[in-house]
């Protein structure tokens, strides 16, 4: 194989694997606005404060790293509720651009309180995976990408099952449709906002963990990067689309690779925010979005 | 004295980017992306002065009409696109712009200075305002006078059939364009007057702090011109006035405070939403303080309940 392609493929592989964090990061957007109708800009912080908790162990006791894993899944659901009790909980119905502004404060109120405690400084992480390279044929794989992919794989599985095949998961499909009617069959549209919460703050905590060991260092700034990420794959995909998520995130992992091989970091960021905007005026509820808000 | 003077500056400046983000949002559409228009009129305004010798009236108007055309070849693409998704689009076309300035070059050495956009370094040395001897209070006399001839406008556009027209399409396009109003048309037009406003904006910014460079103008801004308006009202453009009076002067007031002060901040616009979900001045307040200012009389013959 020509040198050329041999690189477009390595950062093929690349753009997948570090796609599926984005993948992730926007299906926790999206489950959320899905069922709720409701976009979560603290869900960035909610990340970080997972990821935080999680060196708490990590720095007093040299935890090994699944259960610096499971810190962080029980401080993101911690502060998920959290969120949906001061943000969403007593906020009057039928006002759209409220619950945008009360999780503002939330992300402000969230970020501050890492900075305090932290004193803004970036904390080393552990590296579980190690620094070595695997060599897979003529391929260099990041053992941490690695397992990224394998996260992503294990929670989406987990998170397709819940929703197709659980009662729990066909309430929550129901209340996304039509939620007068689910509530008139007897959901609780309360228990399942909360459910919802729960379910995409766990998935916020995996997403700390792994997004922090793939950057290194735990630092307040991330969660205004996870942010970004997560608003940008949720809307490239369509608004309430799991796939569209899915797709969303890989396409965008896969394109920051490669252009960040042949064109350099500079250009990254500026094409995937083009494309972003080319997608959207082509298609203007997502890739897999056929309904507008 | 000087500190005050510098907290009613960025208050005026920022009041115009909430303006503009409520122009747009009066014709039903969310923008996250008005910082980008902020960013091009802040670098085309200094450029003026700085580098081309403009003085600083035509530069701003520069800086405007710019930002506001690039809002009008924007805006046609954009436009198809609603709600969250036109919201988070916008926010690309922001980053895009913050991206490009990231990566300019485009400068001059004057004296021992090197000035221009300047990459990563930022646009730096626009001393138009400090060279030719305006004092603090001078430039906040300038940055006062655009708000309120913005303020104005707002204030005609809100009685004019115009602004009818903008909340016809706002309460509900379908029906807007039955009466044979041009949708796209009345929404680009707003889209970009919004931007010319924020470059407005940027253009005082650039003089006042003589500096601006990308991070200035990431997503913290975004997050800050749309805190304005929606926290504000979206009810009169009082509001958005109000929304950047409130939280700069609060930002800055709650200094004493410390370590606690980011915490009443947010804590603070929580509340805020949780009590009056539409803002502070919403359109109930808007309609009752136009009773108490003007009780309408009765139509004549009209039985009096």
Same mark, same amino acid.
């Given at each position: 194989?020509? #040198? ?10 690349? #753009? &997948? ?82 619950? &945008? ?142 796939? #569209? ?28 925010? &083009? ?13 897999? #979005?056929?309904?507008?808000? | *004295?000087? +500190? =005050? ?79 969250? +998704? ?68 707002? =204030? !005609? ?104 002060? *980011?915490?009443? =901040? ?6 805020? *939403? !949780? ?31």
């Amino acid at each position: 194989m020509p #040198g050329i392609l041999l690189d477009a493929t390595e950062q093929l592989l690349n #753009g &997948l694997m570090y796609g599926s964090l984005y993948a992730l990061i926007g299906g926790g957007f999206t489950i959320l606005f899905g069922v709720m109708r409701k976009l979560n800009l603290a869900y960035g912080s909610t990340i970080m404060a997972g990821a935080y908790v999680s060196l708490i162990p990590f720095y007093l006791f040299k935890v090994p790293a699944w259960v610096m894993l499971l810190s962080s899944i029980a401080g993101a659901v911690a502060v998920g509720f959290l969120v949906e009790l001061v943000c969403f909980r007593f906020l009057r119905k039928g006002h759209e651009l409220a619950p &945008l502004l009360t999780t503002i404060g939330m992300l402000i109120v969230i970020d501050e309180a890492i900075v305090h405690a932290t004193g803004a400084v970036g904390l080393d992480y552990a590296r579980p995976f190690g620094e070595e390279s695997l060599a897979w044929g003529p391929f260099l794989v990041r053992p941490d990408y690695l397992a990224i992919l394998v996260a992503a794989l294990a929670c989406f599985s987990l998170i397709f099952f819940l929703i197709h095949r659980t009662r729990l998961g066909r309430a929550m499909r129901a209340v996304a449709e039509r939620p007068q009617a689910a509530q008139i069959l007897g959901v609780s549209l309360r228990r399942i906002n909360v459910l919802t919460f729960a379910l995409t703050s766990a998935l916020a905590g995996v997403i700390g963990f792994f997004a922090v060991v793939s950057v290194g260092a735990a630092r307040p700034e991330l969660a205004v990067w996870l942010t970004g990420k997560g608003l940008v794959v949720t809307v490239l995909g369509g608004l309430g689309s799991l796939r #569209g998520a899915i797709l969303g995130g890989l396409l965008l992992g896969v394109l920051e690779f490669e252009t960040m091989w042949f064109l350099g970091t500079s250009y990254r960021d500026i094409l995937a925010f &083009l494309l972003l905007f080319a997608i959207l005026v082509v298609r203007p509820a997502g890739l897999a #979005g056929a309904r507008a808000t | *004295m000087d +500190y =005050y003077v510098a907290i009613a500056s960025i208050i005026g400046i920022h009041a115009l980017l909430g303006l503009s983000v409520y122009l747009v949002a009066i014709s039903g559409q969310m923008s996250f992306g008005q910082q980008g228009f902020f960013a091009i009129g802040a670098y085309l305004a200094g450029m003026g002065t700085a580098l081309w010798g403009l003085p600083l009236l035509p530069s701003l108007v520069l800086g405007a009409l710019f930002a506001g055309l690039i809002g009008i070849v924007v805006g046609f693409p954009a436009l198809r696109v609603r709600g969250l +998704y036109l919201a988070i689009a916008t926010y690309g076309f922001g980053e895009v712009v913050r991206l490009v300035f990231l990566n300019i070059r485009y400068t001059k050495t004057i004296g021992d200075r090197v000035v221009g956009p300047n990459g990563a370094e930022g646009f730096r040395h626009v001393r138009y305002v400090f060279d030719r001897g305006f004092t603090g209070l001078q430039f906040l006399g300038i940055i006062a006078a655009v708000v309120a001839g913005v303020a104005v406008l707002f =204030y !005609l556009l809100d009685r004019s059939k115009l602004g009818a027209t903008l909340r016809a399409v706002e309460e509900d396009e379908v029906a807007a364009a039955t009466v044979g109003i041009d949708v796209t048309r009345v929404k680009v037009l707003a889209f970009g007057a919004a931007g010319a406003v924020a470059g407005l904006g940027g253009g005082l910014f650039i003089h006042f702090s003589s500096y601006i460079d990308h991070d200035m103008v990431a997503l913290p801004l975004a997050i800050a011109s749309i805190t304005y308006p929606i926290l504000g009202g979206l009810g009169s453009f009082v509001g958005p006035i109000l929304g950047a009076v409130l939280l700069v002067s609060l930002t800055e007031g709650l200094r004493v405070l410390h370590e606690l002060r *980011m915490f009443v =901040y947010g804590g603070l616009i929580i509340v805020t *939403m !949780l009590v009056r979900p539409r803002g502070l001045v919403d359109e109930a307040l808007v309609l009752r303080v136009k009773r108490w200012v003007r009780p309408r009389p009765m139509p004549r013959g009209a039985d009096v309940p």
